[in-house]
Structures are given as C-alpha cells and as structure tokens.
C-alpha cells in the first residue's frame, strides 16, 4: 500500500482481498437480515439447509447478499461452482461449462452455476441454458438488480423461482460492519448505515478505506472525509 498527495491515495498491494471478501457468510447463520425469507423456520431456508433449493434468479439492488447466498447454496448441496459474468460471457463460454457440468454429472457430481447480471444476456444466450437447467443438468442461480420478469425470457423465469431480496436495514448494516471492527462506536455504525444505503458492500468498503488510514480509532468524521472523496 502507498499514498500519495494530499488526498491519500490508496494503492492496494496484488493479491490484497477486500474486506467485504474476506468477511463474505459462510453459512446461513452468519447472514445478516432477509428474515422475511431466511428466518428460522421459512420455507427457502428450509429448502437451502437441506440441499434441495432448485434453480433460482436472485433479484435484488447491490450489496445485500445475492452472490453470498449462491455460494451458501451450492456448499449445501455439495456442488462444483462455475461462476460467469453475463456482462462478458458469451455462448462460447456457457457451452464450455455445460460440458464440464456433463462430465461431473458422469462422476455423480452436480454443478451450479452462478450468473452475475443475468439480465444482460440476451434471449440467444439465455436459450443455451433452458434445455440443461430443465433436465437438471445445471442448477441456474442467477443474480439481478433488474426485474427479471421484463429482462429474462419468460422459459427461463418459468424454470427458476424468483427470490426478491430487499435493501439492507441500517440496524443490519451497523451489526456487519460491527463485525468487522468491534472498536466501532454506534456513532460511527450509524454513520457507515447511513453511506451505505442498504449496500453492505458499501459499508465494508468505505471503513476499510478508512482502516487504510492508520488509524487508531475511526470516527464519523473519517467516514464523512471518505464518503466525500
């Protein structure tokens, strides 16, 4: 890490994972928020502990859990991840991972695939998929901040339950960020709940920024002073 001139620019080091990396879930316990749908006792959640959650589009804004809660899911059915971005993706790309999904299934092994911004392929793309996520052959998880119900071919939809999850609540922003530094003051969780906007990934990215600093002690002060740059 360096800094330079007056605003302390900060050059992470190759290799460095980001906070919001290293603190992702693990398991469903360690999730913050989504009760409505992951509480104790929810049917999803239910479906998810026992390895038997299906296909799904995860639609909701950015930084509350759409990736984590993939993740969460395929380690419960004790399945490979492939993981591709729809931004840059192509039919190249998803004919190369049904066929290694082909070859796991011959081994008993199920594979996931995890798709960022789904919404962004567009229907040539999405048609790849239908055949092999109907007979099974991959579990789609796919992630949106769009409504998938205008921006995903309705065969897709029809073959995927669409789980909406909502913006953060700042209590559950202040208890993350909390964990991640238990030194925090409320004072400085509100603040970071407040920059955020619901966006855990936010929260984490401005207190690492200012964790960067050196100093002894965050304050709502060095939250604001980073939030303005």
């Not at 984590?68 to 490979?80: H, N, S, V």
């Amino acid at each position: 890490m360096k800094r330079t001139g007056m605003k302390q620019e900060i050059v992470l080091e190759d290799g460095f994972e980001p906070l919001a990396a290293r603190l992702r879930p693990r398991d469903l316990a360690e999730m913050v928020g989504h009760e409505e749908i992951l509480g104790e006792g929810k049917v999803l959640r239910q479906a998810i502990e026992r390895g038997k959650a299906g296909s799904l589009i995860l639609w909701g804004p950015p930084g509350v859990g759409k990736t984590t809660l993939a993740y969460i899911m395929a380690d419960k059915m004790d399945a490979a991840v492939e993981r591709i971005s729809a931004v840059t993706a192509g039919v190249k790309d998803l004919r190369e991972v049904i066929g290694r999904a082909a070859l796991r299934q011959a081994q008993g092994k199920r594979t996931v695939l995890i798709v960022d911004e789904i919404h962004r392929f567009n229907k040539a793309q999405q048609d790849v998929l239908l055949p092999d996520v109907e007979e099974g052959l991959l579990i789609l998880i796919g992630a949106t901040t769009e409504n998938p119900y205008f921006e995903v071919i309705k065969a897709l939809v029809s073959r995927a339950e669409v789980v909406r999850l909502e913006a953060l609540l700042d209590e559950d922003i202040a208890e993350i960020v909390g964990r991640a530094d238990r030194r925090l003051t409320d004072e400085v969780k509100k603040s970071l709940a407040a920059a955020a906007g619901g966006d855990a990934r936010r929260a984490l990215n401005i207190l690492e920024r200012v964790q960067l600093l050196n100093k002894n002690e965050v304050t709502a002060a060095d939250v604001a002073e980073i939030v303005q740059q």
